[in-house]
């Protein structure tokens, strides 16, 4: 990156349910925290390229404060790497996928949990295929890397 200006891309495998809640965490909380920073999600695979974020997550967002129901999935491009300062993935998996694919002086890579103390290494579980009583842990889960990323970004 040229500029000072933050730009995190955050990675799930569909695009659907994960990384959409961890963009609009970080949204809401880069917006309380006056961080001025750009951001966006994308997945791994293509499968659900172009579509709205699973109905649970829109719906789980919505009770929280947030729409959701413009986003539209898309598929991780190598221009990526050189568009975002960091690229946050969300479980152990994604995070492989981008190490192979990132250039020499790529977006710095890391887990999203990371930026949490005492959870390194841990994943987002994924929720797609599970109740619907998943979609609020994983609100919990992306409210709390976002948090924790937005301050160490404001240092
Ligand atoms: P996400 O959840 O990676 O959190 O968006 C998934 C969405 C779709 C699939 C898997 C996980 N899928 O296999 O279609």
Redesign the pocket.
């Known amino acids: 990156m040229t500029t000072d200006k933050p730009a995190i891309l955050f990675v799930?495998?569909?695009?659907?349910?994960?990384?959409p809640l961890a963009e609009a965490a970080f949204r809401l909380e880069a917006e309380r925290a006056g961080l001025d920073v750009e951001v966006d999600s994308a997945?791994t695979?293509a499968?659900?390229a172009g579509e709205p974020p699973?109905r649970r997550a829109q719906a789980v967002a919505r009770r929280n404060g947030v729409d959701i129901s413009g986003y539209r999935a898309r598929q991780v491009e190598p221009a990526d790497f050189a568009r975002f300062s960091h690229i946050v993935a969300?479980d152990g998996d994604n995070l492989a996928v981008l190490q192979r694919l990132r250039p020499r002086d790529g977006a710095a890579l890391s887990l999203l949990l990371d930026h949490v103390a005492g959870r390194m290494g841990e994943a987002v579980a994924?929720?797609?295929y599970g109740a619907e009583a998943g979609f609020d842990t994983t609100w919990t889960d992306v409210t709390m890397g976002a948090r924790d990323l937005v301050r160490a970004l404001m240092r």
């Open positions: 799930c495998l569909g695009n659907i349910c994960r990384s997945g695979g499968w659900h699973d969300l994924d929720p797609y």
